[in-house]
């Protein structure tokens, strides 16, 4: 961020008195906390426009996410999944990521993600739980044995519709010889019980929860901040457009996460 013509959001006084207070802090980001690194939200994963990203166009990422389409025809999907993983090592962690893990050098700041993928990593934070999974995460679709070592990424170099072949073999596991799939919680799959776990154990151990760019409609997840708001912990959302937690946060600001979190960490200066 440059000064000058950029207008520095205000943080509310009560907002910075209560992120100030608290030792121990659950951070739940979702597509939003991303869309300023360039990953694309889930709903706007066709937009694409960059090389291959305008080739998955014709594809419906919803009709990707399935274990139906895995079964159907595990090689698109898997190279879907690897051109994400590839986008997304090609992206960086924004202004929102790095002051979250700022934000933890003086106190507990545990983050739980829908994101799949590793931009708080990259910034330095502690990502306690991958709700939806994880790109770089693959196991075996049979025995659950976590893959090492993902070969290289697909090339990503720009190329006409009539040499664009999507389709990636996926590996085959060491121990049992099935097919590895991509990490992520596919449409109809349930949540991985031990991210559910701590990130349950963080919502229920803080004092304050800072929620950041997700929608609040995807359940499970979202029954935790609204839970967390029945129990008396303070929730402050961050989002540029009114989300169906907007209503029941403590406080809910229409910010971005590269606009509003660095914002925050001046504030407590
Ligand atoms: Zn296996």
Redesign the pocket.
């Known amino acids: 961020m440059t000064d000058g013509e950029t207008p520095r959001p205000d943080i509310p006084d009560a907002v910075v008195d209560l992120i100030r207070g608290a030792d121990w802090i659950t951070v739940f980001s979702g597509a939003g906390m991303s869309a300023e690194s360039g990953i694309a939200t889930f709903r706007d994963a066709q937009a694409g426009g960059r090389s291959q990203a305008a080739l998955w166009d014709r594809f419906d990422p919803a009709e990707l996410a399935t274990p139906e389409a895995w079964d159907r025809d595990p090689a698109l999907v898997w190279g879907w999944y690897r051109w994400r993983a590839g986008h997304v090592r090609t992206a960086q962690p924004n202004a929102g990521h790095h002051a979250l893990a700022d934000l933890g050098a003086n106190r507990t700041v545990m983050v739980v993600t829908q994101n799949v993928d590793d931009l708080h990593e990259r910034a330095g934070s502690d990502v306690i739980s991958h709700l939806h999974g994880s790109l770089f995460a693959p ?7 976590p893959y090492e070592g993902v070969d290289a990424l697909p090339d990503d170099r720009p190329r006409d519709d009539s040499t664009f072949d999507p389709r990636v073999p996926p590996p ?7 097919s ?1 799939r991509p990490g992520v919680v596919w449409f109809g799959e349930a949540l991985p019980e031990s991210d559910w776990q701590r990130a349950d154990q963080a919502f229920r151990a803080s004092e304050a929860i800072i929620v950041v760019g997700t929608s609040g409609i995807v359940y499970p997840a979202a029954a935790l901040p609204e839970r967390a708001v029945r129990a008396g912990i303070p929730v402050i959302e961050f989002n540029p457009a009114p989300s169906a937690l907007s209503e029941v946060a403590t406080h809910s600001l229409r910010l971005s996460a590269a606009q509003g979190l660095p914002a925050l960490l001046r504030a407590l200066d």
């Open positions: 196991r075996c679709s049979v025995c659950g044995t085959t596991c060491r121990r049992c010889g099935g590895v």
